[in-house]
């Protein structure tokens, strides 16, 4: 799963993205308007938490841009504007949630986490695929009710696929939503953190389509 | 009409010459008249008493001839004790000597009083003051002619008096027909006076009720045709308005610009705080969450003071309770919620539409949090209770959360409680709500809903 933040506080940046690093995403940041259109217009994110007091660009007018040029990707509005108002003409620019600072953290992740599984067609904040579990809110997973010990670039991955079970995903896919802007990106990694999941469940779960990409699904014989 | 107040001035000041004018004016027209009835008097006097020497005397005679009661014209002189009297006596009064009187002395007779005898400039005789024989007021002229030569002559004092008491009658009833008139006019100015100065202080009546307008909100400036010596002052009192708004308005933005950029730090000290368990971070923690509900409550403060200044125009009530409808059912969507309004048509709101939407987004905000899986609001207008009384709207919020116990419903009014910590939101919602709608005089209730949960109830003024 990747995130844009858009905030022009270096501090509350910071933290943002830290704490979004925590809790399995990866992060891109942009401190001003034009940046953040710019990253918003031309990397596939979950997800976008978007302060509207943006120097260069007003984030409200980012916001309706992306969405003209047919964005879908959840917005969350993070703003110190908390009239009713503000908030109806955030949402009616294409916001899917609105949260006024002060905030807190717990709160914005799983506002955030609901956004991204609702974006993905899940109304539950756990995902489950035959006998694998992944709960959004502990950033857990488990199998048949053993938990499964995950490196963050492996959770991931396979948050990424449980989001999007039973679809197939293209390894450029995986690599865009599973790394942030700065990282050396190198689709042969997807293959080898692909390989070590394979290890940790049953092995025809994830199924390699070939040319196309990968495909979670409950398997033949579990379930 | 206080004693410090212009009224008083000017009234007090017209009243207090017209009450010293007036009596000098009667003073003046009475004595006026008191002389000229007196020029009468004496003239009537003089006439008689040349009628009496007239009559009297005639060439070689040495005695004074009596005259008969016709041949004098004064028939006064006939009636008895009418204070009209003649009297011809011998100064030297011989025993044989007559005393000649007329027919009103009835045999009675006249002596001349030994002092205030006066013989005014130009008159042939001495004029007093005397008491008739009836004790009446009366005034003598008096004179001694002589009679015969040398040895033989003899002086005879002729006395002529006319009634006083008629003249004093005559005076007094036309002072007291004087003193009646002043008075009556001195009250008329005085009541004149008094209606002059209403009418023309009328203007800054009408200039403080404008600047009662202006306080209490309904107006922004003061309006009206004023007369032209206000006018200066209508124009300097707006400018002087409308600089303090300008100078409001500044501060405003400027609370508003300071709570919002302390909101972004204190989000990072929050965020900061909430991960070091020590002491120091807890202390951090407490005291930054008193820093964020300080910003928060002087913001809402200042736009609540902001609104009291204009609390006109009218808001359609049903755009915004759709726009913060479709709001919520995006925010809350994940939890399936079914988010129903109804609104009567033409509902309009009397107020501004940011505090409309504040109220409601507040209280479905509320709703939104904690129902299971309906929200239900209806907004109506309601038929005033009473003849002549504004119209208001209701407008209920219903959900079928677990809803609140009645102590529970009292707390939640005020400000900076929070009946569960673990549910997000600042706390603020329903004491803003209940401050905004004492801003507009209306009501808020809340009660136990038939979907089961909390019922929140708005009575607002509706336009």
């Known amino acids: 799963m990747r995130l844009l933040v858009v905030e022009d506080d270096p501090d509350l940046k910071r933290q943002l993205v830290t704490a979004l690093g925590e809790a399995g995403y990866a992060v891109d940041s942009a401190t001003d308007g034009e940046e953040g259109h710019f990253l918003g217009d031309t990397e596939p994110y979950d997800a976008v938490v978007l302060d509207l007091g943006l120097p260069k660009r007003d984030g409200l007018s980012v916001l309706e841009e992306w969405r003209r040029a047919g964005h879908k990707f959840p917005v969350l509005i993070l703003t110190a504007r908390d009239r009713w108002n503000e908030k109806v003409s955030g949402m009616d620019a294409g916001a899917d949630d609105y949260l006024t600072k002060p905030f807190n953290m717990e709160e914005l992740l799983a506002r955030l986490r609901a956004l991204v599984r609702r974006s993905a067609g899940h109304a539950s904040s756990e995902i489950e695929c035959g006998q694998l579990r992944l709960d959004t809110k502990s950033a857990r997973v488990t199998y048949d009710g053993s938990p499964i010990k995950l490196t963050s670039h492996e959770y991931r991955l396979m948050a990424y696929l449980m989001h999007h079970k039973d679809k197939v995903v293209s390894r450029t896919e995986l690599v865009e939503h599973m790394y942030d802007q700065d990282f050396d990106r190198d689709s042969n990694t997807i293959e080898v953190f692909i390989g070590r999941l394979r290890k940790k469940i049953p092995v025809d779960m994830i199924r390699t389509i070939r040319g196309l990409g990968y495909c979670l699904s409950k398997g033949e014989d579990a379930g | ?61 040495t005695t004074p001839r009596e005259p008969t009661a016709t041949a004098f014209g004064d028939p006064s002189y006939n009636v008895p004790f009418s204070g009209w009297y003649w009297q011809i006596n011998p100064v030297d009064p011989a025993p044989a000597d007559k005393v000649l009187i007329s027919t009103s002395l009835q045999g009675e007779q006249l002596s001349l009083p030994k002092t205030g005898v006066t013989t005014p400039l130009g008159s042939a005789y001495a004029v007093v003051d005397s008491i008739g024989p009836q004790k009446e007021r009366v005034r003598m002229f008096s004179k001694i002619l002589t009679y015969g030569d040398g040895a033989a002559a003899k002086q005879y004092r002729y006395i002529v008096t006319g009634n006083l008491t008629e003249t004093d009658v005559t005076l007094l009833r036309f002072r007291s027909t004087l003193w009646l008139a002043l008075s009556l006019l001195g009250a008329g100015l005085v009541l004149a006076t008094f209606f002059q100065v209403r009418y ?29 010596e206000i006018v200066p002052l209508q124009r300097e009192l707006n400018a002087l308005i409308k600089s303090n708004q300008d100078i409001i308005e500044r501060a405003r933005t400027h609370v508003g610009n300071l709570a919002h950029a302390l909101k972004t730090p204190i989000s990072v000290l929050t965020n900061e705080a909430r991960s070091d368990k020590t002491p120091f971070g807890m202390k951090v923690s407490e005291q930054v969450g008193i820093m964020r509900d300080q910003v928060q409550h002087h913001l809402d403060r200042a736009r609540m003071v902001a609104r009291s200044g204009s609390l006109g125009g009218a808001t359609d009530v049903k755009p915004a309770l759709d726009a913060l409808v479709r709001v919520l059912s995006k925010i809350h969507g994940e939890k399936g919620l079914k988010l129903s309004a109804t609104c009567d048509d033409q509902l309009t709101f009397q107020g501004e539409k940011q505090d409309l939407e504040e109220m409601l987004g507040n209280l479905l905000d ?86 089961g949960g909390l019922s929140a109830r708005l009575k607002l003024p509706a336009a």
Do not use: H
Request: charged fraction near 25%; include cysteine.
């Open chain 2, 200 to 228: 023309g202080l009328r203007p800054l009546q009408q200039v403080e009720q404008g600047l009662g307008d202006i306080r209490s909100g309904k107006a922004m400036r003061l309006e009206g045709e004023l007369p032209t």
């Open chain 2, 1 to 61: 009409m206080r004693v410090n107040s212009l009224a008083f001035r000017l009234f007090a000041a017209s009243a207090l010459w017209t009450l010293v004018v007036l009596p000098i004016t009667g003073w003046v027209l009475n004595s006026i008249y008191r002389q000229e009835i007196e020029r009468v008097f004496d003239l009537r006097l003089d006439t008689a008493w040349w009628a009496l020497v007239n009559l009297s005397v005639s060439p070689g005679a």
């Open chain 2, 366 to 451: 509320n709703a939104c949090k904690w129902a299971k899986a309906r929200v239900e609001v209806t907004a109506t207008r309601l038929p005033p209770a009473k003849r002549g009384q504004p119209a208001m709207l209701q407008i209920q919020v219903n959900d079928d959360g677990p809803g609140l116990t009645e102590a529970e419903r009292a707390v939640a009014r005020q400000r900076g409680k929070r009946l569960d910590e673990t549910k997000p939101g600042s706390g603020l919602g329903l004491s803003i709500v209940t401050e905004l709608v004492g801003l507009y005089s209306g009501k808020f209730d809340l009660d136990r809903s038939e979907l």
